[in-house]
């Protein structure tokens, strides 16, 4: 069975940091790349960053650039996002999916395995 379970999330101060974590089975998780996705209350799906097979290649939106790191580590089947500076605008749920190939876009149906997600809240 493939499963993608993401965890880490929780409730932060702005300018906190937060490190999310995907763990991933079911399937050879070097053969995929992966991306982050978050969905922020009552909005729709926004892209967040992604990262090559082998983690030589990352692309961050352009919100997140400066703030947030994706990486993986092949031997451990995870998927990583470090999160710093956040803002209450970060507040959402956040999915990490797997692609035969980098993907630049918030749309499941580009993505062969997608998890379930994890809660991030960013509050005072």
């Known amino acids: 069975e493939v499963q993608l379970v993401e965890s880490g999330g929780g409730s932060v101060q702005p300018g906190g940091s937060l490190r999310l974590s995907c763990a991933a089975s079911?399937?050879?998780?070097?053969?995929?790349?992966m991306t982050w996705i978050r969905q922020a209350p009552g909005k729709g799906l926004e892209w967040v960053s992604a990262i090559s097979w082998n983690g030589d290649m990352t692309y961050n939106a352009e919100s997140m650039k400066g703030r947030f790191t994706i990486s993986r580590d092949n031997a451990k089947n995870t998927l990583y996002l470090q999160m710093n500076s956040l803002k209450s605008e970060d507040t959402a749920v956040y999915f990490c999916?797997?692609?035969?190939?980098?993907?630049?876009?918030?749309?499941?149906?580009?993505?062969?395995?997608w998890g379930q997600g994890t809660q991030v809240t960013v509050s005072s």
């Open positions: 999916a797997a692609s035969g190939g980098v993907r630049a876009t918030p749309t499941k149906s580009a993505y062969s395995y």
């Open positions: 079911g399937f050879t998780f070097d053969d995929y790349a």
